[in-house]
């Protein structure tokens, strides 16, 4: 299968502020993946941990601020890819977000996103799966182990591993 434009898994880390990123580049014809890009982004967390992914006030002291990541990936990878994700909702918010901070027009993205979530839970209802929807037990029926703290760069390789066991 080809894809007509690369497509770029991101990732983000953090509920009501991002504080990290990661993003998996994958070759429009192998899914591949052909480049990577990981960063903590700087916001107050009001001295809370996150339960999730074990990310502290402390470890975004130096963080890149959102508008200097937004460039850094803009930089890093351009506009002409398709956006992917495992629940879009969430991470094209935020993905806008550090975008537009950068000074940046988020219509040079094109508006089609690839929300893997929902393909891979249709993939595996169709195959007789009547598990949770919940991405840690789909993750584990395509074969990955179970995470600890999450991180977004691993995040996005395991939707990409599932995309590739779906795709091709």
Known sequence: MK?????LIIDFEGLAEPV???AVLLDKETLVEKDHFLTYIFADLKNKIKITSGISQEILENAPS???????????????I???????????KNFKKI?????????????????????????LLKQ?????????????????????????LEDCRIAADVLRKIVL
Do not use: C
């Open 99 to 123: 975008i537009e901070a950068a000074g940046l027009d988020f219509e040079l993205y094109d508006y089609h996103i690839l929300d893997i979530w929902p393909v891979a839970y249709i993939h």
């Open 3 to 7: 894809f007509i434009k690369d497509i």
């Open 20 to 22: 990290q990123i990661g």
């Open 82 to 92: 398709i956006i992917g994700s495992w629940v879009a909702n969430a991470d094209i």
């Open 66 to 80: 959102q508008t200097e990541v937004g460039r850094m990936i803009f930089e890093k990878f351009g506009a002409d």
């Open 128 to 152: 007789g799966y009547s598990g949770s929807m919940r991405s840690e037990e789909i993750f584990k029926e395509f074969g990955a182990k179970s995470r600890g703290l999450h991180n977004a």
